[in-house]
């Protein structure tokens, strides 16, 4: 069973091992130590439960009452306040389970269902072919392509524009 939960302060090994991986992390934004501590993981979930519930929607990731990933949504400023920009990331361990499928059609769900926002938006690595099936699978529309949009590990990347809007 897939499931997104509120993070809880005893998730902190958990997160900790998952994040302890160079592939998850070479597609995942800058800012996360490598390695990354169970210090770290603390820090990040109790940002989590002390962020505004309007603004920032962070989950666990939970497959069969494990936490297998991590999943969130941030509102964004000024004339974007109704949108929302999502991420995410599954253990390798876990990956091609529609686990993370499951967690984005969930989440998108929750922000639509208890939130104004009308519109969500992720922007995977155009290389990172899993993300983006994760994504079309859920639902979302590729908008297009932002060309050379940022610099991963030293190297110029493209990313991918995909959104999925409330009906």
Known sequence: MITIREWQTDDAKALARLLNNKKIMDNLRDGLLFPYTEKDA????NLCLNADKNEQFNFAITYNGEVVGSIGA????????KTAELGYYIGEEFWNKGIATEAVRQICNYVFENTDIIR?????????NASCKVLEKAGFVCEGTLRSNAVKNGITEDMKMYSLIKE
């Open 42 to 45: 603390l820090y990040f979930i």
């Open 74 to 81: 941030t509102r964004q400023p000024n004339i974007h306040c």
């Open 120 to 128: 969500i938006y992720a922007e995977p690595f155009a290389r990172n």
